[in-house]
């Protein structure tokens, strides 16, 4: 929200700008690119910076106009779908291995883009994930996939990059190769907090979840804050452990696992440099219940108020198959069936956590998943969930303030700008519910709020 205008994508990539006062669409610029979101924009100096399916562009922030386009995909096994980063006059973008025709499909390679605000031409690129652990097999690189970001980075006064860095793949194995030993060793830079200087050169990085074979990206941006009157970089991802660096030499402070966890955290560990015939005697080849997975944890932004940080959190399990493997028949039927079945069940928790001491202040437990993220501000914590309610909890007790229910269900965060709040009801899971960008604002006596389709 810029200058009293709201600016937003959707998940064809379409964007549009509409007035904060008066939910009245100004523009639309259509680009009909389907992608898997979460998507987005950034807007600076007039600019608004955005991305489709294949490409970052610029518009014009008065009308819309394209500036201009670069395509950063190699193949058909690429995409964009996050909200580019822009700082100084670099906006910055990285491509992922996947998108809305499927995702870690093999030969699908991350990079980080720094391009030229104004011209969009290329400054320098950083590759996430090298040859995909293939060392020259072309086999193997074409099973292999990993890497990217769903948020842009962060970045500091000196105009270092910090990012969350997505998982390895394919995601537990293949028949040849379950457990992930098509992608022995530790898997670099996936599942990792990056930083990088201001030129692309890596300063230091913090793997998390080294071999990962459970979908669990650190797929947020690192927060940048202080902690003990020191500078720390905090994220958290789809694992569902939060944790802190300090943001000079990435050195681990604490880290602490968040909503349900049942001794699954180091199974990659198990499996990092087992050969496929060591694997499929492994102690992983029964079937198991992992929690969390694929869309459990920490799965948006977590947020900071300088002492304490909020982080949304799914309480999601699934029983993966016994074969260390999910083969894409199951991903596209009797997987996936599972997984919606146990969305419906899944519940969800709003977690406060000390920065200093990394220590639990409060954790309030909710009947649904939060896909909203965390908003902070006026010591009022924010919050949607996937069940169409919009949440506000007292930052320092975790009492809640509000829980009013939307038109819909959304998996959407919110903004607040001022006395307002903009979200979504994204979401619609029935015919009577209806997906609407919605603004609450402050002393609106009652009235409905606006509303865009």
Request: hydrophobic share 35%.
């Amino acid at each position: 929200m810029v200058g009293g205008v709201v600016y937003t994508e959707d998940l064809d990539s379409n964007v549009m700008a509409i007035s904060l006062a008066t939910g009245k669409v100004l523009w639309r610029h259509v680009y009909n690119s389907p992608n898997e979101g979460p998507d987005g924009v950034n807007v600076a100096n007039g600019t608004v910076y955005a991305a489709t399916g294949t490409s970052a562009v610029a518009l014009q922030g008065a009308t819309g106009e394209q500036l201009w386009s670069r395509k950063l995909i190699r193949n058909d096994h690429e995409g964009i779908d996050m909200a580019p980063g822009y700082n100084n006059g670099t906006v910055y973008v990285s491509t992922v291995p996947g998108n809305a025709k499927g995702f870690y499909q093999g030969n699908g390679e991350a990079t980080l883009w720094a391009l030229n605000a104004k011209t969009g031409k290329p400054d320098w690129k950083w590759d996430e994930v090298g040859d995909l652990w293939s060392h020259g097999n072309k086999k193997l690189q074409d099973i292999n996939s990993g890497g990217g970001q769903w948020q842009p980075p962060s970045f500091d006064s000196q105009g270092n990059i910090y990012l969350g860095v997505a998982k390895p793949a394919p995601l537990m194995g293949t028949p040849q190769y379950p457990w992930g030993t098509s992608r022995p060793g530790k898997n670099l830079y996936t599942d990792s907090v990056v930083k990088l200087s201001p030129q692309g050169k890596l300063l230091w990085y913090y793997q998390l979840t080294p071999h990962d074979l459970y979908d669990w990206d650190i797929n947020n941006t690192p927060i940048l804050t202080t902690a003990n009157g020191q500078p720390v970089a905090i994220d958290g991802g789809k694992g569902g452990i939060l944790f802190e660096l300090n943001a000079k030499t990435g050195k681990l402070l604490w880290k602490l696992p968040v909503g349900v966890h049942n001794g699954h955290d180091n199974d990659g560990l198990v499996t990092e440099n087992m050969t496929p015939q060591q694997a499929r005697h492994s102690k992983l080849g029964s079937a198991q219940t992992i929690e969390p997975w694929l869309e459990g944890g920490i799965e948006t932004q977590p947020a900071s108020n300088g002492t304490t940080v909020f982080a949304a959190v799914q309480d999601q399990h699934l029983k993966v198959p016994s074969t260390g493997y999910v083969s894409p028949p199951a991903a596209s039927k009797a997987f996936f069936a599972a997984f919606a079945a146990g969305q419906a069940k899944a519940t969800g928790e709003m977690v406060a956590v000390n920065q200093d001491t990394g220590k639990v202040e409060w954790d309030d437990k909710l009947p649904s998943p939060l896909f909203g993220a965390a908003t902070v501000t006026n010591n009022v914590v924010v919050t949607t969930t996937y069940n169409g309610h919009l949440y506000a909890f007292n930052a320092s007790t975790g009492a809640v303030l509000l829980n009013k229910p939307m038109s819909a269900g959304t998996n959407a965060p919110i903004a607040v700008d001022g006395d307002y709040l903009i979200t979504a009801a994204s979401f619609a899971q029935s015919k009577t519910e209806k997906p609407l960008i919605i603004a609450y604002k402050l002393g609106a006596n009652g009235a409905l709020p606006d509303t865009v389709p």
